[in-house]
């Protein structure tokens, strides 16, 4: 069975920080570009990050750069954004999602999301 696992989230004041893990079972993320999308309420989902199959490259929204950091470690099939110096604005639930186009098909799994609050 696919599955993609957030965890990490939760409730930080403002300037903390938090390390988001997506932890994925029946496929293998190696051949998956890896991303983490989020949505605040009465917003659409929106790109935050996104690292490459080959983790040598990563996009970042301008939001968030210089803030977060995606990476993968595809020996424990999972993806991770760090969050730092997070703002009120941040307060979304994260979605994480893999994506691979192969011979003309794609195939793309999201998880269930995983809520941040930034919050004094």
């Known amino acids: 069975q696919v599955q993609l696992v957030e965890s990490g989230g939760g409730l930080v004041q403002p300037g903390g920080s938090l390390r988001l893990s997506c932890a994925a079972s029946?496929?293998?993320?190696?051949?998956?570009?890896m991303s983490w999308y989020r949505q605040a309420p009465g917003k659409e989902r929106e790109l935050v990050a996104l690292?490459?199959?080959?983790?040598?490259?990563?996009n970042y929204a301008d939001s968030v750069k210089g803030r977060f950091t995606i990476s993968r470690d595809n020996a424990e099939n999972t993806a991770y954004l760090q969050m730092n110096n997070l703002k009120p604005e941040d307060t979304a639930v994260y979605y994480c999602?893999?994506?691979?186009?192969?011979?003309?098909?794609?195939?793309?799994?999201w998880g269930q999301g995983t809520q941040v609050t930034v919050s004094s």
């Open positions: 029946g496929f293998i993320i190696r051949y998956y570009a």
């Open positions: 690292i490459a199959s080959t983790g040598g490259s990563t």
């Open positions: 999602n893999a994506d691979r186009l192969l011979f003309g098909t794609r195939y793309t799994y």
